[in-house]
């Protein structure tokens, strides 16, 4: 914000000041009760969802350790959400972007990113379908992209071992959390990808309360976390639920894991948008569905609050043409 003829106005420099201080919203049509769920709203940063706030933390962090040069090109393997705000970041800050994703990946986030500037670089799946994405296909994917990075010189973001990711969601995620309940939060749900939001908001919202309780949300049939033996590594829960307990997990913060149905996380989404009018992406959905079943299960007291994250924009995965769906054998650009 700025002063023009003494008159403070509202204006933003760059589509980076619009990412984070996303508002908290009640789903209480949703859910009337016993407690109450309160749900991020991440699908409002610039690029549709909360992966926006590791972006620019990430990029910001590599620039002051001298890793990221200016016009640098910088790579990244992506399942999308990461892709699209790098993709938002990169574009504004002048580095140009690639990114490897697998063809399993939905389609409208390859033309996402690309409308953004980026290349993305779709690759062949190894044993998934189209919607559903398993850890061999995130493998592929990365090979590819550490191939790419090495061959053009660029800088590998590497959000899967980058603790900036995590860190990112411990300076921002978490204090916004804390500040908008007016430092009332009974539980915290989130899904889990690379780790990063769960680790760094539950760090810091345990600091200011060691009695909040922090569940992890994983697909039925591929709980790791929970120690579980992966019996369906196909879910529809895209950019979670890989089937591996990321390196940036911590178990310290953590205080149980609650697992969804692919069923429930679309009735889930489904609700969220006919009762609070929100189109949310499958991680949202079984976001909600788990704070809904932890609210039921009687461990909360009856007037808990949970919060969770609606992590992305239903708009990523909107059925697409067969010519899109990714089953051919092109790892070319889209």
């Known amino acids: 914000m700025a002063k023009v003829n003494g008159i403070q106005n509202e204006i933003k420099e760059s589509a980076l000041d619009l990412i984070g201080n996303t508002p908290i919203v009640a789903l209480d049509r949703l859910h009337p009760g016993p407690g109450r769920i309160l749900a991020k709203c991440e699908f409002m940063n610039p690029g549709a969802s909360i992966k926006c706030r590791s972006s620019l933390h990430m990029i910001n962090k590599a620039i002051e350790k001298g890793l990221l040069k200016p016009g640098q090109s910088v790579l990244e393997v ?14 504004v800050m002048g580095h140009p972007l690639t990114v490897t994703m697998s063809m399993g990946n939905s389609a409208q986030r390859a033309i996402h990113m690309e409308a953004l500037g980026a290349k993305c670089v779709r690759v062949p799946q190894v044993e998934g379908t189209y919607g559903n994405v398993t850890l061999a296909d995130v493998k592929a994917a990365e090979k590819e992209g550490l191939r790419l990075a090495e061959e053009i010189g660029a800088y590998y973001v590497n959000q899967f071992n980058n603790e900036d990711n995590a860190n990112s969601h411990y300076c921002t995620t978490g ?151 990714g089953n051919s054998n092109n790892a070319n650009s889209d």
């Open 175 to 325: 204090p916004e959390i804390w500040r908008q309940t007016g430092h009332r939060v009974d539980a915290f749900v989130a899904t889990v990808g690379t780790a990063g939001t769960f680790t760094g908001s539950s760090r810091f919202l345990k600091e200011k309360n060691p009695n909040i309780q922090c569940y992890v949300v994983e697909p039925e049939g591929s709980q790791p976390i929970r120690g579980c033996a992966i019996t369906k590594p196909l879910h529809l829960l895209q950019g979670s639920g890989y089937g591996c307990v990321p390196n940036l997990f911590n178990f310290e913060t953590m205080d149980g894991t609650l697992s969804v149905t692919d069923e429930e996380a679309s009735k889930y989404m489904k609700l969220i948008g006919e009762k609070e009018g929100l189109y949310v992406g499958y991680t949202s959905g079984a976001n909600v569905a788990a704070a809904v079943k932890l609210l039921n299960s009687g461990t909360l007291p009856e007037d808990a609050w949970v919060v969770t994250l609606l992590n992305d924009s239903g708009l990523k995965y909107t059925p697409v043409p067969e010519s899109l769906s």
């Open 78 to 91: 992506t399942s999308g959400n990461q892709g699209c705000g790098l993709a938002v970041v990169c574009s």
